[in-house]
T-cell receptor
């Protein structure tokens, strides 16, 4: 299995809703990522989990709450979002090869979020 | 900002022509990668070049890296309509290899 699976593909939510985005990989990768991508812009890093521990938080607002229940799963909990949070949310994973310094990411297809 | 800058922002060519995209960055890197993104979908890794390498090939792709100029180029030879996509460089910085920062991207259109 060489895929990263993201669900749902599309999500529409109101500003008072609570929803979650889910990500799963079975490649044995020990690092998992959330990126946010607005239209015609590059992906922006939000969070990194290494060995199931949060290692990077790029000053993301607390209305986004990541969770890594185990080495295969990554969630992004959403609460009280704003319309400007509408974007494509990309999950990725990598098998960090520290000895070579290479960190190649495998991305999911993304979850397109619309906040009304 | 550590972010790479791609050049050009958009490129339109005919099938069979070569496409060259450039990327510049600001700080010392461990390696530089190129990714491709079809419209509204996830990114796909194309090629990685390490800081001690100057050139790398993979199929129709050729990547160069000039660390003295902090720049890289991606050449796609004999382009096909299926190469139409956005291409991003991504850099992994010394002391921060978990963190991969993407450049602004080049939108390539290959016309049949």
């Amino acid at each position: 299995d060489t895929e990263v699976t993201q669900t749902p593909k599309h999500l529409v939510m109101g500003m008072t809703n609570k929803k979650s985005l889910k990500c799963e990989q079975h490649m044995g990768h020990r690092a998992m990522y959330w990126y946010k991508q607005k239209a015609k812009k590059p992906p922006e890093l939000m969070f990194v989990y290494s060995y199931e521990k949060l290692s990077i938080n790029e000053s993301v607002p607390s209305r986004f709450s990541p969770e890594c229940p185990n080495s295969s799963l990554l969630n992004l909990h959403l609460h009280a979002l704003q319309p400007e949070d509408s974007a494509l949310y990309l999950c990725a994973s990598s098998q960090m090869t520290w000895s070579t310094g290479a960190n190649v990411l495998t991305f999911g297809a993304g979850s397109r979020l619309t906040v009304l | 900002s550590q972010q790479g800058e791609e050049d050009p922002q958009a490129l339109s060519i005919q099938e069979g022509e070569n496409a060259t995209m450039n990327c510049s960055y600001k700080t010392s890197i461990n390696n530089l990668q190129w990714y491709r993104q079809n419209s509204g979908r996830g990114l796909v890794h194309l090629i990685l070049i390490r800081s001690n390498e100057r050139e790398k090939h993979s199929g129709r792709l050729r990547v160069t890296l000039d660390t003295s100029k902090k720049s890289s180029s991606l050449l796609i030879t004999a382009s096909r309509a299926a190469d139409t996509a956005s291409y991003f460089c991504a850099t992994s910085f010394q002391g921060g290899s978990e963190k991969l920062v993407f450049g602004k991207g080049t939108k390539l259109t290959v016309n049949p």
